[in-house]
């Protein structure tokens, strides 16, 4: 039998598909043991949500027996291989699951292999960052503010046809949001850590640069959105130079790491209007402190990392995804989605 733990708030409905899968399968859930949801479909719960002494032993015994995880257990990320000695395989809950596996310890340990969910969240974030693109270059604060005042203004608008959109970070959510925006007539700029002949984002876009050549990338958007994981590697990587290197008025998006933009540069370019405006959706701290100044900034806009939050569609596609790893980790074949444990991604 293989021992299957789910770490992670789930409804029984998809709890009973896991046991579904194969008379194989030994599934432990037990939904007092794990984080309570703060909303339909998060993994995550309270910040400060612990286990009683009596129910941190009953975990304990859990993950001992542990041969699969869906998801890193709270408040044991740290001693993972410790407390679960057995354990061969983590289905992660989250597309960016590189800085979780390295905290739990698990890049070097290559007996364990990391799925994460990638793809899961792409089309919800996809549609955030179009939203963004759509209410800055319309004007939606200004019609707004002539409804409420009842103020008939005639004027100019703006479009994204034949703007370009340059896309730094070519992966799953990349070209969901290049996908999108190619209906409206834009012209689609990836950027991405190597290019080959036969990559697969050639199908999304029409020009593709590595990483090295960012700066030329950027010089040529009027919209730009970033996607990238966080790791060592993009860490800071859109600093005061790199934003310098955009294209004047350009309109930024993030839905990736917010470590992978240099906060500080990023208010600088909205202040001076280098920037026209953004939309994020991941900080360098979370949750955003009070004193940001772009909570005051009106062409900014802010969601608080759950603008992929979406039940209906997440969780469905989050069992589906560990039904089929299911299968196939008990045939013996390759699981989608493995973290390249040295790319982090």
């Known amino acids: 039998m293989t021992t299957v733990v789910v770490a992670s708030f789930f409804e029984e409905e998809f709890v009973r598909r896991f ?50 995880l869906y998801d890193f257990p709270r408040g044991h990320v740290g001693d993972l291989m410790e407390v679960a000695p057995n354990l061969r395989w983590v289905q992660g809950s989250m597309a960016g699951a590189g800085e979780v596996a390295r905290a739990a310890g698990l890049l070097d340990r290559d007996e364990v292999v990391v799925t994460t969910a990638s793809g899961i969240y792409s089309g919800p974030l996809a549609e955030f960052v179009l939203m963004g693109m759509l209410q800055h270059v319309k004007g939606l604060d200004l019609l707004r503010r002539d409804k409420a005042t009842r103020t008939w203004r005639q004027g100019t608008t703006g479009t994204l046809e034949r703007e370009t959109l340059c896309v730094v970070g070519t992966g799953s959510i990349g070209r969901a949001i290049a996908d999108r925006a190619r209906p409206f007539g834009m012209r689609l700029v990836g950027v991405k850590r190597t ?20 700066k030329e990338a950027l010089g040529q958007a009027d919209f730009v959105a970033l996607t990238l994981p966080g790791t060592p590697q993009t860490e800071g990587l859109l600093d005061r130079e790199a934003m310098a290197a955009i294209k004047p008025g350009a ?48 062409n900014v806009v802010i969601s608080a990392h759950t603008t992929d939050v979406v039940p209906e569609l997440i969780n469905a596609a989050q069992a589906d995804l560990f039904c089929e790893n299911l299968r196939r980790y008990l045939a013996g074949e390759g699981l989608l989605n493995v973290l390249d444990k040295r790319l982090l991604y």
């Open 251 to 298: 309109y930024l998006a993030n839905v990736g790491r917010g470590k992978v933009v240099e906060e500080a540069a990023l208010v600088e370019a909205l202040e001076s209007g280098h920037l026209s405006g953004a939309a994020l959706d991941v900080f360098e701290v979370e949750p955003l402190p009070e004193e940001s100044p772009l909570w005051g900034m009106e």
């Open 195 to 214: 290019v080959h002949e036969d990559d697969a984002a050639w199908g999304s876009f029409d020009e593709l640069y590595e990483t090295g050549d960012l």
């Open 19 to 68: 046991r579904e899968v194969d008379d194989r399968l030994r599934v432990l859930y037990r939904p007092d043991l794990v984080p309570p949801p703060r909303w339909e479909g998060d993994h995550n719960g309270p910040e400060d949500w612990e286990r009683t002494p009596e129910e941190e032993e009953e975990f304990l015994g859990m993950l001992a027996e542990a041969e699969v």
